[in-house]
């Protein structure tokens, strides 16, 4: 079992839609991460939070918008995606932002569908 | 910037050893990480290497040469089970700061 959780499992939406992902992990990790995989590709970057601020935005479209609220929670604000926004989307954390011994711990992912 | 490469797809056999190699440029280099993932699951965190050297852990090893900027994983004893992808992933710096960034992965599948 993974010590970051994801919810929604699995979510379908269609494109004039708003809907949040949410991620939560209790092990004191002080970095979080949002991560998109699109089918027989690596996870992709996408937002870093450090000490809940902002850390890295690799050149997000606005139509995903993150949220830390706070140290244990990490949301993804969804509005107006297109068809191939679909894709499974990864929560991950650890405990700094150093990669010196400090793997990434994801969680199961929620697949995403924009119809 | 960061550039991974690592092959696509291997194939072996129930009981024997495979190696997965993977090369690397990343600035501001800080550690190597391998990960598994199953279809349709999370990767899962293998090991790390930052040193030069090779760490063991139980039926997986992992070595790293930092100056040649090369990686690879050992898997001995091979189980249907390992049938997954192997992400081969460097922590470096980026114009925003340090980040994980993964390869395309290698697909393994072990074979009867």
């Known amino acids: 079992d993974t010590e970051v959780t994801q919810t929604p499992k699995h979510l379908v939406m269609g494109m004039t839609n708003k809907k949040s992902l949410k991620c939560e992990q209790h092990m004191g990790h002080r970095a979080m991460y949002w991560y998109k995989q699109k089918a027989k590709k690596p996870p992709e970057l996408m937002f870093v939070y450090s000490y809940e601020k902002l850390s890295i935005n690799e050149s997000v479209p606005s139509r995903f918008s993150p949220e830390c609220p706070n140290s244990s929670l990490l949301n993804l604000h969804l509005h107006a995606l297109q068809p191939e926004d679909s894709a499974l989307y990864l929560c991950a954390s650890s405990q700094e932002l150093t990669g010196m011994n400090s793997p990434l711990h994801f969680g199961n992912g929620t697949r995403l569908t924009v119809t | 910037g960061q550039n991974i490469d690592q092959p696509t797809e291997m194939t072996a056999t129930e009981g024997a050893i495979v190696q997965i190699n993977c090369t690397y440029q990343t600035s501001g280099f800080n550690g190597l990480f391998w990960y598994q993932q199953h279809a349709g699951e999370a990767p899962t965190f293998l090991s790390y290497?930052?040193?030069?050297g090779l760490e063991e852990k139980g039926r997986f090893s992992s070595f790293l040469s930092r100056s040649k900027g090369y990686s690879y994983l050992l898997l001995k004893e091979l189980q249907m089970k390992d049938s997954a992808s192997y992400l081969c992933a460097s922590w470096g710096l980026t114009g925003g700061g340090n980040k994980l960034t993964f390869g395309t992965g290698t697909q393994l599948k072990v074979e009867l």
């Open positions: 290497n930052v040193l030069d």
